[in-house]
């Protein structure tokens, strides 16, 4: 099933996974947008968003979308100096989100999609003066960045995880920027309250909503911090991997030396 959304006052768009294209991916909560349209047919839906786009007063995409899937793998050119991909600036951070871990090979070294060299792509993208639908990096200078500087151009494991996106986002969002890991710790006190609020009403879904807006806040506080949320879990778990004890009043109660 395709999916036509709109970001107002942004953009209107099409996916097939409408939570991960758009709320994993570009940051923007389910009040944020709204759905205008949903078929099965690829070729309608593609003609559509061109509509809607021109009726709603929005930048035109130059190639529809059913073309788009058609080409959608991420094949890139490196030459001597440069790396080029096959999509236009306004296209590039989607389609470098839907190519994560892909890797090519150049005169510095092999070069990979990462959550981590993403954000550095896109700042030093350069739109080709010969085909206005392509965007290029100069590979000496993701070189020296991530691979002469031996800083990592792949992510701890060889998958992208939810934390890299929320990472992402909040990068994006200029959370790591301008803000502080002491507003975060009381927006976790407040989404706290809204977990407390949902398992006095057993409202399911209020406590999955809250529970992972927790750990958002959590990943963003520990990033603040200096540390990956991933790290400060692992830490956690070795501590309390082999402790003993029993259960009491519906509570694990550590045993005392």
């Given at each position: 099933m395709y999916t036509i959304y709109h970001i107002p006052g942004k953009k209107i768009g099409v996916t097939r996974n409408i939570n991960r294209r758009v709320t994993?991916?570009?940051?923007?909560?389910?009040?944020?947008?709204?759905?205008?349209?949903?078929?099965?047919?690829?070729?309608?839906?593609?003609?559509?968003?061109?509509?809607?786009?021109?009726?709603?007063?929005?930048?035109?995409?130059?190639?529809?979308?059913?073309?788009?899937?058609?080409?959608?793998?991420?094949n890139i050119n490196a030459t001597e100096q440069t790396s080029t991909f096959p999509c236009p600036m306004n296209k590039l951070k989607g389609r470098l989100m839907d190519s994560i871990n892909a890797t090519w090979k150049t005169d510095f070294g092999s070069f990979t999609i990462t959550p981590k060299t993403i954000p550095w792509i896109i700042k030093n993208a350069r739109v080709s003066m010969f085909n206005p639908e392509r965007t290029y990096v100069y590979n000496k200078a993701f070189a020296k960045e991530f691979v002469e500087n031996k800083t990592d151009n792949t992510t701890e494991s060889s998958e992208v995880g939810i934390y890299d996106l929320i990472r992402i986002w909040a990068d994006e969002k200029g959370i790591y920027n301008e803000g502080d890991y002491k507003t975060q710790y009381i927006k976790l006190m407040e989404e706290a309250g809204e977990l407390a609020q949902a398992l006095l009403k057993n409202d399911e879904t209020e406590v999955i909503d809250a529970i992972g807006d927790m750990v958002v806040v959590l990943t963003n506080l520990a990033a603040l911090r200096g540390h990956k949320i991933e790290s400060c879990v692992k830490s956690a778990y070795d501590v309390i991997k082999s402790r003993q004890g029993r259960m009491v009043n519906g509570t694990f109660v550590k045993t005392t030396l």
């Open positions: 994993e991916q570009q940051g923007y909560a389910p009040d944020e947008y709204e759905v205008l349209l949903t078929s099965d047919d690829i070729n309608y839906i593609s003609d559509m968003e061109i509509e809607l786009q021109k009726s709603y007063g929005y930048k035109v995409d130059r190639q529809k979308y059913n073309n788009l899937i058609k080409s959608n793998k991420m």
